[in-house]
């Protein structure tokens, strides 16, 4: 039996049980102990039809780690082991910063969900960055993006300097960075979607943020909660400005959409909002004419699942709350059942399949 399937077995029949018998946030910080602890047998072997090269870099596979398991770096070698193509660490604020009051994640056991408030809880990028160096050091066979959020006490008009000093203390350790303003826990954030924010913002990142992160790619991760059209205008001003993809997207603050009526505040993931992540990303794919890779995120649980996000149009897709339901196997499941999907299909690549539902 491979490594992988023994975790997952164990995982499904005993931790499961025990983790969720634990609060939300406890069970999590135990998670990434036990996965910082675990042994680094190597990750599995890829089949060759799953690899993918975006922005000339080679992911042995389309799936990631969505930000947000690991904030601080602390488990970078088990998402290896586990069989991620590439891991997202983060986000990561400048400063250390505990984030909001506790309680701040729920489950949603019915619907095999997640609500979360965490409002970006840091070790600070001085605490991670040595943490990236050592893997970096050791050598890792997986992409590592870093996402990166500004502090919650940073003034409007600072934003772009938290942004500027992550670039710079951390660009260098990042196959790609991706740029958070979608995170609806940190007041006023969202706001930075907006096609004249995002003009201010990068024009002062172009210009301060220094050799450090100069040639890696920079993704911005989205909201679904954004109305079709301020969408629209946000993906030509990711195309007017360069940007190298869009991450569609973070967690809803809808509710009864979604039919998941709740007393908890934050953002919802998991399968209530798969159906409009996949929305999103066709309509990012269809309206940018493919020009721009996306990463496909929210509510995968399945192969499937995957496979309909590719099909719609992302290059590349992540998982959080699927592993916390599914067990950490998922990550193998979905890419055998990829590699069978893509033969049933006749595609010989991921890459053939990407936007073809559109
Ligand atoms: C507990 C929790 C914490 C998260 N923290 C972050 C974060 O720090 N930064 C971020 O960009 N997204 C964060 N996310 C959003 C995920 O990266 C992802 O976009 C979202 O959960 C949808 O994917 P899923 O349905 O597979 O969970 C978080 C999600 C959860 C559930």
Redo the contacts with the bound molecule.
């Keep these: 039996m491979p490594a992988v399937s023994i975790i997952d077995a164990v995982y499904r029949h005993l931790l499961k049980r025990f983790l969720f018998a634990q609060d939300a946030e406890r069970a999590h910080r135990m998670t990434l102990r036990m996965l910082a602890a675990m042994p680094a047998f190597g990750p599995p072997r890829d089949k060759p039809e799953l690899g993918i090269k975006l922005w000339g870099i080679d992911f042995p596979n389309p799936i990631g780690l969505?930000?947000?398991m690991d904030?601080d770096a602390v488990a970078i070698r088990g998402w290896e082991t586990l069989g991620f193509g590439f891991a997202e660490l983060?986000?990561i604020t400048p400063r250390p910063q505990a984030g909001n009051e506790i309680p701040r994640?729920w489950r949603v056991p019915e619907r095999r969900a997640?609500i979360?408030r965490?409002g970006?809880p840091s070790e600070g990028m001085e605490a991670v960055a040595p943490r990236i160096e050592r893997i970096r050091k050791a050598g890792i066979s997986i992409p590592l993006a870093l996402?990166f959020g500004p502090n919650s006490d940073t003034p409007p008009e600072g934003i772009a300097a938290d942004y500027i000093a992550l670039l710079a203390r951390l660009g260098r350790l990042a196959d790609f960075i991706v740029v958070?303003v979608s995170?609806p826990n940190t007041p006023g954030l969202r706001d930075w979607q907006s096609p004249e924010k995002m003009r201010e913002l990068f024009a002062a990142v172009g210009e301060h943020a220094g050799e450090s992160a100069r040639g890696r790619p920079v993704l911005l991760?989205i909201s679904p909660d954004l109305e079709r059209n301020e969408m629209f205008r946000i993906c030509d001003t990711a195309l007017a400005l360069g940007l190298d993809g869009i991450v569609a997207?973070?967690?809803t603050v809808a509710r009864a959409a979604v039919g998941v009526p709740s007393p908890h505040p934050g953002?919802l993931?998991?399968p209530p909002?798969l159906i409009r992540a996949r929305e999103l990303i066709r309509d990012i794919y269809t309206h940018t004419r493919g020009q721009i890779p996306i990463i496909g995120?929210?509510?995968?649980a399945s192969a499937e699942d995957a496979w309909l996000h590719i099909r719609a149009g992302a290059s590349l897709v992540e998982?959080?709350?699927?592993l916390v339901y599914e067990g950490p196997g998922l990550v193998v499941r979905i890419k055998s059942g990829l590699a069978d999907l893509l033969r049933r299909g006749g595609f010989r690549s991921i890459g053939e399949a990407v936007g073809i539902d559109r």
């Design positions: 969505a930000a947000g904030k983060g986000t994640i997640l979360n965490l970006f996402n958070n995170s991760k997207g973070n967690t953002g993931s998991g909002i995120v929210g509510g995968i998982v959080y709350t699927g």
